[in-house]
């Protein structure tokens, strides 16, 4: 487990995907592809020898927000990759895109 706080820039064990850490403090699993991210200035480069679940491995869109479901976490992809991003190795903890909210007409 990582503490996440706002700023924290993560990278994937198993694919090219990085985040930063939008939103959300304390102890969690940050994971992508069903494995541990890690930091940022952790050496190494990922491990593309690890398999990763299919169901982990919808991918990630640059430039696009994910949030769990209750919205504590938010997390910008600063690099796509393969895996999927979730609050632990589990399936029903999956990070979604946050959807764009309207803006109001101005007239």
């Known amino acids: 487990m990582i503490v996440l706080k706002p700023g924290t ?6 694919c090219e995907t990085q ?6 403090r304390g102890e969690h699993d940050l994971c992508c592809g069903g494995i541990a991210m890690q930091a940022l200035n952790a050496m190494g480069s990922p491990t593309t020898q690890l398999d990763f679940d299919s169901p982990f491995a919808a991918g990630t869109l640059m430039g696009k927000r994910y949030v769990n479901s209750d919205g504590s976490i938010e997390a910008l992809c600063t690099k796509a990759g393969l895996g ?3 609050l632990g190795p589990n399936l029903d903890n999956l990070l979604q895109i946050k959807q764009t909210e309207a803006l109001p007409a101005s007239d």
């Open 9 to 14: 820039r993560l990278k994937s064990a198993v």
């Open 19 to 24: 985040i930063m850490l939008v939103k959300g």
């Open 84 to 86: 999927s991003l979730s």
